[in-house]
């Protein structure tokens, strides 16, 4: 398990000790989810999952993005999290994302709102029923269910995030304590095996997504090329977007694969995660 005062003594050790401070305070609890493949059945309602069938209120409309049927990701029973996570104590929250038209729709990648995350507070857990996914998906495009196990553990920024881009390091900045950065946590960032997880920081495949994140809510709708005033003012606002959870391609439990061997990853504004809106949120794919 990590510990954030071993990882800032690494940073002192391998000469980047005036980043330490910085980067100290975006060490952030987060929890993998370890995937076991079971029946449905055996799943209690309104317990924690990956794929299967939701439950649901019975009034809640299912999501769908233009004419399609979203798939369901995940529910995740709060009460079930560790504790240490920047989550609410108690409730449900419920992943659903458009996969249905993720090869055949030319807007699919440009429009955020092919996802959706409903959060259910606990006054409304009895009301939950479970809900069978519309005729329109195939089996292709139902994930299969999975109880999960959560571990507990602590993460630290991507080498190639918003976080270490304002510290000054990355490809555009100061290339030889990015690479040091870089080497010291890339044995972490190789674990062998699907990584699931919720909240804390992304592992990524394709590099940052918190400007990405920023560019299409935010203010900002791009970074005017050579301004430099520009993208430090984007990149700034950008340290506010955060990992709220990630699936991987765990093909042989969920039957699904993300692109070629990648990820999904849902990201929420922090002023938004504080005040229980997910109405802003955005899942990004990223693949090898």
Not at 40 to 59: A, F, N, Q, W
Not at 111 to 133: G, I, Q
Not at 250 to 256: A, F, L, N, R, S
Request: aromatic content about 12%; charged content about 25%; glycine content about 6%.
């Amino acid at each position: 398990m990590m510990n954030k005062d071993k990882v800032i003594q690494q940073l002192e050790q391998v000469g980047l000790k005036e980043y330490s401070n910085a980067i100290a305070n975006w060490i952030f609890p987060t929890a993998q989810l370890f995937l076991n493949r079971i029946s449905d059945y055996d799943i209690t309602l309104g317990r924690s999952k990956v794929g299967g069938t939701p439950d649901l209120p019975e009034d809640l409309e299912w999501p769908r993005w233009k004419e399609y049927d979203m798939t369901f990701i995940s529910q995740i029973n709060l009460a079930d999290c560790p504790q240490q996570l920047s989550l609410p104590r108690q409730g449900l929250l419920s992943f659903f994302y458009a996969v249905k038209p993720m090869y055949v729709d030319m807007d699919f990648y440009n429009d955020p709102s092919t996802c959706r995350v409903f959060y259910f507070s606990p006054e409304r857990l009895n009301k939950l029923k479970r809900r069978n996914a519309p005729s329109s998906l195939t089996e292709s495009e139902k994930m299969k269910p999975n109880e999960v196990i959560f571990e507990a553990n602590l993460s630290v920024p991507a080498s190639e995030s918003a976080y270490l881009e304002s510290l000054g390091l990355g490809w555009n900045g100061n290339i030889a304590d990015f690479e040091k950065y870089w080497r010291l946590f890339l044995p972490s960032w190789n674990t062998k095996g699907c990584i699931n997880r919720l909240i804390g920081h992304p592992d990524p495949i394709q590099g940052d997504m918190q400007v990405r994140c920023e560019l299409i809510y935010g203010p900002s709708k791009w970074i005017e090329d050579n301004n430099p005033e520009s993208r430090v003012k984007v990149i700034q606002s950008a340290l506010k977007w955060r990992l709220l959870l990630q699936i991987d391609s765990e093909e042989e439990k969920t039957g699904m694969m993300w692109g070629d061997v990648g990820r999904i990853y849902y990201w929420i504004h922090e002023d938004d995660l504080a005040n229980l809106r997910f109405e802003r949120v955005i899942c990004i794919m990223q693949c090898t």
